[in-house]
């Protein structure tokens, strides 16, 4: 007989244990958010995970980060490319150096 309520809710038919990071994204949470000006001003975009290519709308135009949970790589080129360079974050509110600023293509979590 199960014991504890995981192991009862795993007993029904289409019931699975979710990830921290998947259960965020189904209530709504977030791990980073990307701000258009210095000093978390005028947010874009919010993510929980990695992304190759910024949406155009974003592209080249990140100012600011705040990190709620993980680390995040920013990179200068599309497709997490290390050649143009890149910064690492952790949580926290971060304004991007004066070399990245504007800048950003790709975003990788780790």
């Given amino acids: 007989m199960p014991t504890n309520k995981?192991?009862?809710?795993?007993?029904f038919p289409g019931v699975q244990e979710l990830s921290?990071?998947?259960?965020?994204?189904?209530q709504g949470g977030f791990d980073l958010k990307i701000y258009r000006h210095g000093d978390q001003k005028d947010k874009m975009a919010s993510f929980?995970?990695?992304?190759?290519?910024?949406?155009s709308n974003?592209?080249?135009?990140?100012?600011?980060?705040y990190i709620r949970a993980g680390r995040w790589r920013f990179y200068n080129f599309s497709g997490w490319?290390?050649?143009?360079?890149?910064i690492e974050r952790g949580p926290?509110?971060?304004?991007?150096?004066?070399?990245?600023?504007?800048?950003?293509?790709s975003i990788q979590r780790f």
């Fill in 6 to 11: 995981k192991q009862i809710l795993n007993n």
């Fill in 20 to 26: 921290d990071q998947r259960a965020a994204v189904i």
């Fill in 48 to 55: 929980n995970f990695g992304i190759k290519q910024l949406a």
């Fill in 58 to 65: 974003s592209n080249n135009q990140t100012s600011s980060v």
């Fill in 81 to 86: 490319n290390s050649l143009g360079g890149f």
């Fill in 92 to 105: 926290g509110k971060h304004n991007l150096p004066s070399w990245l600023n504007d800048k950003i293509s």
